[in-house]
């Protein structure tokens, strides 16, 4: 079969890698009036793949159903909050008498939020829960969907497929019903008519009408599959490098400090994001630049951006968004 999709090399140029992560999550102290969330469990394989960051590189997903279900409902509440605020407005400008407020409506809204938050652990649990995993350590790739043809399993059980194998091909298509276009990444087995299960679309960007987040998103996984060289370092993987043979051994010589992204407040790697991923639109991805391997000399923790604390301004925060829009975080 002759592929007349562009298809991205298993190369890397940019060589910026960065995902921001924020290690000790205050999310995870302080639960608020969720009070469900002990019951926020996935299923047993996604957990081993998200607690081994420096084994497995999880990409993508099928649709989850549940995921835009949770939103609208998000959404509801929020537009019930903003009714409630509007009508707080009215009362305190034209002297409305309590008698005559819909006092029903503020208590719908705070009984639906609250209902809809506590929800969450389990519409999680509705839907598919098939996912496409990069292992760095075999040097394979798996998918937890059934497969026709494919015999070959990993030790979980899922069809697996050697890294050379699995390519990454990029369309310009039509998302939306409005006309909306945008570059999406495909990742897919080189026999595609063997394997037609193989192909999993990639959101890599909310607008994506530049195939610059293709490139990025790609460069990603082809670094991370070279298991040769260490482990990129990015907030993500900070915890976890002492886990890879390879990287621990380049951080000893590097001198790399044991703590570096884990001090370093989330609003700083955010910015950090913003920058690097503006400077890509201008890199013409043709020739490789050297990679950051120090990256605390590049970018020195921002005084100015201090990480959050666990007080009561933090809280009152978290308890707002969670009665205005059903939101945990």
Same mark, same amino acid.
């Given at each position: 079969?002759?592929?007349?999709?562009?298809?991205?090399? %298993?190369?890397?140029?940019?060589?910026?890698?960065?995902?921001? +992560?924020?290690?000790?999550?205050?999310?995870?102290?302080?639960?608020?009036?969720?009070?469900?969330?002990?019951?926020?469990?996935?299923?047993? %394989?996604?957990?081993?793949?998200?607690?081994?960051?420096?084994?497995?590189?999880?990409?993508?997903?099928? %649709?989850?159903?549940?995921?835009?279900?949770?939103?609208?409902?998000?959404?509801?509440?929020?537009?019930?909050?903003?009714?409630?605020?509007?009508?707080?407005?009215?009362?305190?400008?034209?002297?409305?008498?309590?008698?005559?407020?819909?006092?029903?409506?503020?208590?719908?809204?705070?009984?639906?939020?609250?209902?809809?938050?506590?929800?969450?652990?389990?519409?999680?649990?509705?839907?598919?829960?098939?996912?496409?995993?990069?292992?760095?350590?075999?040097?394979?790739?798996?998918?937890?969907?059934?497969?026709? +043809?494919?015999?070959?399993?990993?030790?979980?059980?899922?069809?697996?497929?050697?890294?050379?194998?699995? $390519?990454?091909?990029?369309?310009?298509?039509?998302?939306?019903?409005?006309?909306?276009?945008?570059?999406?990444?495909?990742?897919? +087995?080189?026999?595609?008519?063997?394997?037609?299960?193989?192909?999993?679309? $990639?959101?890599?960007?909310?607008?994506?009408?530049?195939?610059?987040?293709?490139?990025?998103?790609?460069?990603?996984?082809?670094?991370?599959?070279?298991?040769?060289?260490?482990?990129?370092?990015?907030?993500?993987?900070?915890?976890?490098?002492?886990?890879?043979?390879?990287?621990?051994?380049?951080?000893?010589?590097?001198?790399?400090?044991?703590?570096?992204?884990?001090?370093?407040?989330?609003?700083?790697?955010?910015? *950090?994001?913003?920058?690097?991923?503006?400077?890509?639109?201008?890199?013409?991805?043709?020739?490789?630049?050297?990679?950051?391997?120090?990256?605390?000399?590049?970018?020195? *923790?921002?005084?100015?951006?201090?990480?959050?604390?666990?007080?009561?301004?933090? %809280?009152?925060?978290?308890?707002?968004?969670? *009665?205005?829009?059903?939101?945990?975080?």
């Amino acid at each position: 079969m002759i592929n007349f999709l562009p298809t991205l090399p %298993k190369e890397t140029t940019y060589n910026r890698f960065f995902q921001s +992560h924020e290690h000790s999550s205050l999310t995870e102290q302080f639960d608020g009036l969720y009070f469900t969330r002990k019951f926020e469990k996935s299923s047993k %394989k996604r957990r081993f793949f998200k607690e081994h960051p420096e084994r497995f590189l999880v990409k993508a997903s099928d %649709k989850h159903f549940a995921g835009w279900f949770s939103l609208g409902c998000m959404f509801i509440g929020f537009s019930g909050s903003f009714m409630c605020a509007y009508l707080f407005f009215m009362i305190g400008v034209i002297d409305l008498d309590f008698v005559n407020v819909p006092w029903w409506l503020f208590a719908s809204v705070l009984i639906w939020n609250l209902f809809w938050l506590n929800l969450i652990p389990w519409t999680k649990r509705v839907g598919s829960d098939h996912i496409i995993y990069f292992d760095r350590l075999t040097g394979r790739v798996g998918y937890t969907k059934a497969f026709t +043809h494919q015999t070959e399993k990993d030790e979980f059980g899922n069809a697996s497929f050697a890294w050379q194998d699995i $390519v990454c091909t990029t369309q310009y298509r039509t998302t939306t019903q409005y006309g909306n276009q945008a570059h999406i990444p495909y990742i897919q +087995h080189r026999d595609f008519d063997t394997y037609p299960e193989s192909d999993v679309e $990639v959101a890599v960007s909310e607008s994506a009408n530049s195939r610059t987040y293709c490139y990025l998103f790609w460069e990603e996984v082809c670094r991370f599959m070279d298991n040769t060289k260490p482990l990129p370092d990015v907030p993500v993987y900070e915890a976890v490098r002492h886990l890879d043979p390879v990287t621990a051994a380049f951080d000893k010589e590097n001198g790399r400090p044991a703590r570096f992204w884990q001090d370093m407040s989330f609003e700083q790697q955010s910015k *950090i994001d913003d920058e690097l991923t503006t400077e890509a639109f201008n890199f013409a991805f043709d020739k490789p630049q050297a990679e950051i391997t120090k990256p605390w000399e590049v970018w020195p *923790i921002d005084p100015a951006m201090p990480k959050p604390v666990l007080d009561n301004t933090y %809280k009152f925060k978290r308890i707002l968004i969670q *009665i205005t829009c059903g939101c945990p975080v």
